[in-house]
């Protein structure tokens, strides 16, 4: 993975003043546009659009210096209209484009290399299993892709379960754990930003196919799958545990991710604030 993460640095250097593709990013990786993104966050400690920006401003401050007009250099990187770029490189430099050219002052963001050590990295529990096709029957929304913190979203689609809603997806609910799971699909292709929405759904495995009008089904093809259960301070633990899969496991794992919705859940106890968690991610042998 330390190889690829670095070919992708390479093509984002030789492309600053090109749109530039999540596809060609894909190939270079074997993840999709949200696993990369996502990935990339907990490894660099930046999301992707912020990395990509700075490297931009970077270049566009040497173009200055060297002699390119605001007009020409402000096109060129990709900005609507001149005072949009000196809005964006005051804000990031400190200092309006005019007067970089004017006193040769330049902030640099040198490119980021990769080096991924894994060892005495953090110890997770984790297991494969193979999963034969099982149905997620609930209710599910387009909402906001939110790597960290609580996604109000989520929440709201939470409080609009009805009763009857919720005793049919009991009733149909026959497989493990036999408890709410959160299924998040179709993550919008944005690579340039960390935005967008993904599907997310709300609701029971069975093996049962749904019959009623007000739930709705997905069903999740066989595979193969890592589990890392965890246990906690909830969401922290969590969310920590998303972050050491991509920092941590994925980078030196035998595995890939497989393009297959990424699916949780979560028991609380009887301590306030305490829970046990379970993240499942669909993988492939590399």
Partial sequence: MQREFNKVMDYIDKHLTEDISGEIISTFTGLSDYHFRRMFSYLAGMPLHEYIRNRRLAAANTDL???????????????????????????????????????????????????????????MEF???????????????????????VNHSIVELAKTITDQQRKEMHELADLYPHHVLNVSS??????????????HMIGFATTKENPYDDLEQ?????????????????????????????????????????????????????????????????????
């Fill in 65 to 123: 210096i060297n002699g390119a007009s605001v007009t020409e250099v402000a096109f060129l990187y990709g900005y609507q209209s001149p005072d949009g770029f000196s809005r964006a490189f005051r804000e990031w430099s400190g200092m309006l484009p005019s007067q970089a050219a004017k006193t040769g002052s330049q902030k640099s963001f040198p490119k980021f290399s990769f080096f991924l050590d894994i060892k005495g990295g953090v110890s």
């Fill in 127 to 149: 297991k494969i299993e193979n999963k034969p096709a099982f149905n997620v029957v609930g209710v599910s929304k387009r909402v906001p892709m939110q790597f960290e913190g």
């Fill in 186 to 199: 179709d993550a919008d292709e944005r690579f340039l930003k960390d935005e967008g929405y993904l599907t």
């Fill in 218 to 286: 997905i069903t999740i093809e066989e595979s193969l799958w890592a589990v890392f259960p965890n246990e906690g301070p909830f969401p922290t633990t969590l969310q920590q545990t998303y972050a050491n899969i991509y920092s941590e496991w994925l980078p030196s794992a035998d595995y890939v991710l497989a393009d297959i919705p990424v699916i949780s859940f979560t028991k609380h106890g009887d301590q306030p604030g305490l829970a046990y968690s379970e993240v499942w991610m669909a993988v492939k042998k590399k």
